[in-house]
């Protein structure tokens, strides 16, 4: 098990990711990066970042950062922990999030939407790592 919100977490994630052949063809044409952002609520006291950087149906970075000026991502994905961790246990649809406004995203929305298939498949491979919660 491997805790949420550390970079081992990105690092296996990041594994899943680029193992997974389902992503791989649901986001052949994708370009584009993001900070999930892990909002305070329940156990998490302040923001945590994650950037994730995808291309292709490849993910060619996964990290924590401290710096939110590091990257200037093309979109940001924005939840409280209980909503993240929802998500990825697939108790809450990411899209419905989204809709719901339980999450918020800035970017291009059309292109996202456009990009549901691997937005799920990403949920998917979140599912495969071996998450110890913070709560």
Request: charged share 30%.
């Amino acid at each position: 098990m491997v805790k949420y919100l550390s970079q081992e977490w990105c690092d296996l994630y990041k594994e899943e990711i680029n193992k997974s052949k389902a992503y791989e063809e649901a986001a052949k044409t994708w370009e584009g990066d993001f900070y999930f952002i892990t909002e305070p609520g329940g156990p998490v006291k302040e923001k945590g970042f994650m950037y994730v950087d995808l291309y292709h149906g490849k993910c060619r970075a996964c990290e924590i950062v401290t710096d939110p000026n590091k990257y200037k991502p093309a979109f940001t994905l924005a939840a409280p922990y209980n909503i993240w961790k929802q998500i990825a246990t697939k108790k809450l649809d990411s899209t419905k999030a989204l809709i719901t406004r339980q999450s918020k995203l800035t970017g291009d929305m059309a292109k996202i939407m456009r990009y549901t298939k691997a937005a799920n498949e990403l949920t998917n491979c979140t599912m495969l790592v071996p998450t110890e919660w913070l709560d």
